[in-house]
RNA sequence: GGCCCCGUGGUGUAGCCUGGUCUAACACGCCACCCUGUCAAGGUGGAGAUCGUCGGUUCAAAUCCGAUCGGGGUCGCCA
């Protein structure tokens, strides 16, 4: 049936005269009375097809029956249209279909929103009839890119020696991490499988099993609530590798991402490699946060020696207790009304856990701001100096902990990026963040816990710190950030036995809970470990960065909503008792059904 | 679990702040008829919403108040 077929986008002028077969849906029907138009859609564009009831009265008159999305086939010959008939704003205005016949293959019953053009529509409404929010141009354009994003990984992957292993989806719960999606057994009832958080612990023993390239494109599952660039299901570039360093994966990964980005021509699709490194260290200082948007200054400068002492009390205070203060400079500053500072700018920093941010104008009459009373001339002059203020600036700063005065700046400093629009949008900042901390200890419980993994290899300088100060050990990890967005980290991993005991003990897991929890992959450490370590980064995300959207449903062809649910099929769903008796589950009495 | 935004014919919006003139407006879509070169075709006519739900205030509620449900965003959470 289509052996000859004509997409529908592709003739063009040069087809003149050539008989075509054309299959799509109605994206628009104009009835003249005589002469019926249909603008006829797939997925490569338009084409127009004319129907005269003096050359085919048949098929004129199932045009005239055809409705929108109705599923057509139309057969005749392509024709040059007459110079003032000519529609410049289509790929394919030069031509048309002169139609011999036509047969409807499908009616379609009236959309339940426009499939024909890119309207906002309902969220809920969207996903309950996904076929057809996926039949529109907008998420056609996304699917097939990003399709073509992961056919180019693949195919750089394998070019420098990569295997893609499949790894289970069925696998042991994990205690650390996110909260499992489990799987009953029914031939051990009350026992689960778990659906993998990452391949993890897989590719590792894929390193030990002699694979020393791995890579996978794969599903991962973390039960936890949703958000604009993350849903419950999602895809990684896993990768690992043996006998390397950073460099060794940084080079593979600047191989494979920049030629699919380039590939599928993502803004303006060019990305220079090697990607700029930034420590952790100067990544916090200087931006206040661990994924830094590079693509504009306004760094934050400390000014704690500054104003540490000064006759400001909340700065005086907040540094005898221990904390720091910094501060950036606003460049133009001038327009920042007190109303500006105090309302949004304030709440942004409040947000971040600070009390408040203090602001000072350097203006021609000299520094301004309720607070500019509390400095000496000098200290005034020292914080411009370390600010880099001149008139017409303003300053921000908050003094607190080091952890809230990082994060509330940070916080102020890509908001005010975004809505100073401090950076060219069409810019891509892709780096590396090294050194990360092995260990962040919890607000909440106090306790420490792996800042990457368990199995994330000490920074050969620390290994002295691992009992004396656990805190200020660096670890072997690394994120690569994309605009100040995390796509994807890594490290080294741990493979000697002595090591990887000082780092669990830190993290207060004894041999016996270590064994029962990880006694596989350390059973398997004895038998010939090679040294390695990996990568994985969120397609999803890298997508999204690359087409420019800020919502992850937009590159999944079938997402789940807020709640995690898929208004399509209804999932979750109550089973059959049937079903919950062959695994030996009751559901409790108070449980919430949906 | 907290906070913020949204909910008006099939779709997208207006009206809500400042209650009555709303018997709810506009565009698209839908139905019928007319129309042989349109391309967001055009013309004429028509159907379609008790304004998410429940309760309250009021002589009177789409409009004000409360609760609740649904959707989205965000914080917590996501080694």
């Not at 990569?162 to 042991?172: D, S, V």
């Not at 400095?375 to 100096?385: C, K, P, Q």
């Not at 490290?491 to 780092?503: G, H, K, L, Y």
């Amino acid at each position: 049936m289509t052996t000859d077929r004509t997409y529908c986008g592709t003739p063009r002028a040069g087809d003149a005269g050539r008989p075509a077969t054309a299959f799509g849906w109605v994206d628009r029907r104009r009835d003249h009375g005589g002469l019926i138009f249909i603008d006829l859609r797939d997925h490569t564009g338009i084409l127009q097809v004319v129907i005269d009831p003096n050359d085919a009265p048949e098929a004129h008159g199932a045009a005239r029956e055809a409705r929108l999305e109705w599923v057509l086939r139309f057969e005749g010959e392509i024709r040059l249209r007459s110079p003032e008939n000519v529609n410049p704003k289509r790929e394919t205005g030069e031509i048309e279909l002169r139609v011999r016949a036509c047969s409807v293959l499908a009616v379609a019953r009236t959309p339940p929103f426009p499939v024909n053009e890119d309207t906002e529509v309902d969220e809920q409404l969207r996903l309950r009839h996904r076929y057809l929010d996926l039949r529109r141009v907008h998420l056609q354009r996304n699917l097939r890119t990003r399709a073509k994003f992961c056919t180019e990984l693949r195919t750089a992957m394998a070019e420098i020696g990569f295997l893609e292993i499949e790894t289970p989806m069925m696998i042991r719960a994990t205690p650390e991490g996110a909260r499992d999606y489990l799987v009953p057994s029914r031939l051990f009832p009350g026992s689960f499988y778990a659906l993998p958080q990452s391949p993890q612990l897989y590719k590792q023993l894929s390193m030990v099993a002699g694979f020393d390239r791995y890579f996978q494109l794969a599903r991962c599952m973390r039960d936890e609530d949703l958000r604009a660039d993350r849903q419950p299901e999602f895809t990684q570039l896993d990768i690992e590798m043996s006998f390397v360093d950073e460099d060794d994966i940084f080079a593979a990964l600047e191989h494979a991402i920049p030629s699919a980005w380039e590939a599928c021509d993502f803004r303006g699709g060019h990305l220079t490699v090697p990607f700029p490194r930034m420590t952790w260290r100067e990544a916090v200082d200087s931006y206040g946060v661990d994924k830094p948007d590079t693509r504009f200054e306004l760094l934050l400068r400390d000014l704690t020696g500054i104003v540490g002492t000064s006759g400001f009390r909340v700065f005086a205070d907040a540094v005898a207790a221990g904390g720091i203060v910094k501060g950036i400079c606003v460049k133009g500053g001038d327009d920042l009304s007190r109303s500006d500072i105090e309302g949004p700018l304030t709440e942004v920093a409040r947000g971040a856990r600070a009390r408040g941010l203090a602001y000072l104008w350097k203006r021609a009459e000299g520094w301004q701001g309720g607070i500019a009373k509390f400095f000496s001339a000098d200290e005034l002059d020292a914080i411009g100096a370390a600010t880099g203020a001149d008139t017409g600036d303003c300053v921000l700063m908050v003094a607190d902990r080091p952890s809230v005065v990082n994060g509330a700046l940070g916080a102020v400093r890509n908001h005010l990026g975004r809505v100073r629009r401090l950076y060219d949008d069409a810019r891509i900042d892709m780096l590396w963040i090294t050194e990360f901390p092995m260990f962040e200890r919890s607000d909440e419980t106090g306790e420490i816990s792996a800042a990457h993994h368990p199995f994330t290899m000490i920074h050969a300088d620390d290994l002295d710190l691992l009992e004396s100060d656990p805190l200020a050990v660096r670890s072997r990890a690394y994120d690569l950030v994309v605009n100040g967005r995390e796509i994807g980290s890594g490290s080294i991993r741990i493979t000697d036995r002595a090591i990887q005991q000082r780092v669990l003990a830190a993290l207060g897991i004894d041999a016996e809970e270590a064994q029962r929890k990880f006694g596989f992959l350390l059973e398997a450490f004895e038998y010939g470990v090679p040294p390695h370590g990996g990568w994985a980064g969120g397609i999803d995300r890298m997508v999204m960065e690359g087409l420019g959207t800020d919502n992850i449903r937009d590159v999944i062809a079938y997402p789940k909503n807020q709640q995690a649910q898929e208004p399509m099929t209804d999932a979750p769903a109550p089973v059959d008792p049937g079903q919950l008796r062959d695994l030996g589950i009751a559901i409790l009495p108070n449980t919430r059904m949906p």
